[in-house]
Nanobody, 126 residues
Framework: QVQLVQSGGGLVQAGGSLRLSCATS????????MAWFRRAPGKERDFVAH????????YYADSVKGRFIVSRDNAKNTLYLQMNSLSPEDTAVYYC???????????????????WGQGTQVTVSS
């Protein structure tokens, strides 16, 4: 089992950048596929990005492709989301998630993940 603790986020102007981090306070992420989701006001929790357990492969929602980069450092037990060219439409609470899986399939559903971070607010002003 892992316990995920998020950091980063905050308020940024449109066009700016932010980086989110998600670290384990218990356990190791080495054998876990991981992802980022977000929940905008009044909406469901939506998939943002997935990264395989090794970090070799990534997959993005169309809305963030080319602007966001998901990465991980298994030695540091940390997942990252670099967010560039932010727009007000990116305003949401962002969540990291993990599932014990070492295959190559890209999981994009909330129900696919067993462990979640506490969420962190990202607000982009126009």
């Amino acid at each position: 089992q892992v316990q995920l603790v998020q950091s980063g986020g905050g308020l940024v102007q449109a066009g700016g950048s932010l980086r989110l981090s998600c670290a384990t306070s218990r356990g190791t992420i080495s054998n876990y596929a991981m992802a980022w989701f977000r929940r905008a006001p009044g909406k469901e929790r939506d998939f943002v990005a997935h990264i395989t357990w090794s970090g070799e492969n990534t997959y993005y929602a169309d809305s963030v492709k080319g602007r966001f980069i998901v990465s991980r450092d298994n030695a540091k037990n940390t997942l990252y989301l670099q967010m560039n060219s932010l727009s007000p439409e990116d305003t949401a609470v962002y969540y990291c998630a993990a599932v014990d899986y070492t295959g190559s399939y890209f999981y994009t559903r909330v129900a696919d993940y067993d462990y979640w971070g506490q969420g962190t607010q990202v607000t982009v002003s126009s």
